[in-house]
């Protein structure tokens, strides 16, 4: 009978955490800045979600983009959107968080991956870069191409290069070692030489531990609107930021958001604090507790 | 000592305890486990992805990853035998079965409080200790389908494996249909 009430405390610390974490959890308006007559819009253009590889909800990776300072993200399952299905099936969703969330899908080809951004049905992933680029503009949507690594390289020719709207010139895999960081650089440098215009797109190929935003693209759009979002990524008017608080791109648009970059970068998501830490460890540790207390009497 | 640490050190003799004091579970009582074991899911996977937790995350993470849990509770029914069910419960029977995810569960913590990230921890020690559950589970279970069913080692034995086919296949095929592993497989055979 003790026991039931310590499982009964340990029930009510757990949800006292919740709430001590959603205590913390305070969103702040966030304003992008205007450079240049561009408004400055951060944005993850590379982000997997529930249903699909990715570890949460599309509402509830829109709460978290908002708090790592983004204003606009993408959901890039693998050959299919489900998940934007779903967001759409449950349309209150979208307007919780003041994120803009675009459809999208990961084109996951043999050889290569090419983000599609502005789709909101999968394409034929069979062919070469160019064919895919070819179909993900015909569905009025741009073509990224997604971890271009020395795995991939061979896929990537400068016809290809010139076929895709953008590159990713900063990825979490880049943080992996110096190696990869030079490949993904390498990589990029030989698309700008074959499409002097293609967008420098920094994403984070978003699943479970790399979190929203760790890498990120500094967009200067016209508006703030979905058709904006992609008119930039066409242009070429992408800056990205690494992790590490590097921008790379165009010489006219990176100096424009270095500090951004390097601040974003360094910054902890909005709210992170005493209360948030607090309710995190509480409920954690009163979970914890709770599987080691067990579900009935000792044996 | 608590049934699910006495799994862990010691699965006959515990759940030969278990049975023996075995009673009929109302289903709503029965699904206590399987509720822990979903919140275990669901927190750890907001920690894991945002090192933070709400009402509002734990509950969208916790209902969307009981798809999880109602796979293994549909694979638990496939592969337990009616006899001994039929003396002590469906419900009971399951109850006692979602004893055995006790490893899974203390992994799933302790990976969200190591939150691996490319630029903190690294990952290799979370998959490196996913084998200890991975080697723990099959000798529980084989030992739930000995002790609370009655099964001779054989038996027990066949239904382990049988089991951990269902949940691993399920699981690869879940994971492949998301990561699009036609493809994939296309490529590593180019």
């Known amino acids: 009978m003790r026991l039931q009430n310590v499982r009964i405390a340990l029930c009510g610390v757990f949800v006292i955490g919740l709430f001590i974490g959603a205590a913390g959890d305070r969103g702040m308006p966030h304003m992008p800045p205007m450079r240049d007559g561009y408004i400055v819009l951060a944005g993850d253009f590379h982000v997997h979600s529930f249903p699909g590889d990715g570890g949460l909800a599309p509402w509830d990776i829109a709460h978290e983009a908002r708090r790592r300072r983004l204003d606009v993200f993408a959901l890039t399952n693998h050959n299919a959107t489900w998940s934007w299905t779903l967001t759409r099936a449950l349309d209150w969703t979208r307007a919780t968080s003041g994120v803009l969330m675009l459809p999208g899908v990961e084109v996951t080809s043999v050889g290569f991956h090419i983000a599609a951004i502005g789709i909101d049905r999968p394409v034929e992933w069979r062919g070469s870069v160019v064919d895919v680029a070819a179909a993900i503009h015909a569905g009025g949507g741009v073509a990224i191409a997604a971890h271009p690594t020395a795995e991939s390289r061979k896929a990537y020719g400068a016809a290809a290069f010139r076929a895709l709207d953008g590159i990713e010139a900063a990825h979490p895999g880049m943080l992996e070692s110096e190696r990869s960081r030079r490949e993904y650089l390498e990589v990029y440098r030989a698309a700008v030489d074959a499409h002097p215009s293609i967008a420098a797109i920094g994403s984070t190929d978003f699943h479970t531990w790399a979190p929203v935003g760790l890498c990120r693209t500094y967009l200067f759009v016209r508006a703030a609107t979905e058709s904006g979002v992609l008119e930039a990524i066409r242009a070429g008017r992408t800056v990205a930021c690494d992790g590490g608080g590097e921008v790379h791109g165009p010489d006219a648009f990176a100096p424009l958001v270095r500090d951004e970059c390097r601040v974003d970068a360094a910054a902890p998501p909005i709210g992170d604090g005493f209360l948030s830490h607090l309710g995190a460890t509480t409920a954690w540790l009163s979970l914890l507790a709770l599987v080691i207390v067990g579900a009935e009497e000792p044996v | ?190």
Do not use: K, N
């Open chain 2, 1 to 190: 000592m608590s049934p699910e640490i006495g799994l862990i050190v010691a699965p006959d003799r515990t759940y030969a305890t278990l049975a023996a004091r075995a009673r009929r579970l109302g289903f709503v009582r029965a699904l206590r486990r399987p509720l822990l074991v979903a919140l275990v899911l669901g927190t750890s996977m907001a920690l894991s992805t945002t090192r933070h937790v709400t009402p509002a995350l734990v509950f969208s993470t916790t209902v969307m990853l009981y798809v999880i849990v109602i796979g293994q509770i549909l694979t638990a029914l496939a592969v337990m035998p009616a006899t001994r069910a039929h003396t002590i419960g469906r419900a009971r029977a399951l109850d006692l079965f979602f004893a055995s995810h006790a490893p899974w569960s203390l992994w799933l913590l302790a990976a969200s409080a190591w939150a691996p990230s490319p630029l903190g921890r690294p990952v290799a020690p979370v998959w490196a200790a996913a084998l200890v559950p991975v080697v723990l589970t099959p000798r529980i279970i084989a030992a739930y389908f000995r002790q609370v069913h009655e099964l001779d080692r054989r038996q027990a034995a066949v239904r382990t494996v049988v089991h951990q086919i269902l949940t691993w296949g399920m699981f690869l095929a879940l994971y492949g249909a998301a990561v699009a592993i036609w493809p994939r497989m296309l490529q590593v055979v180019s």
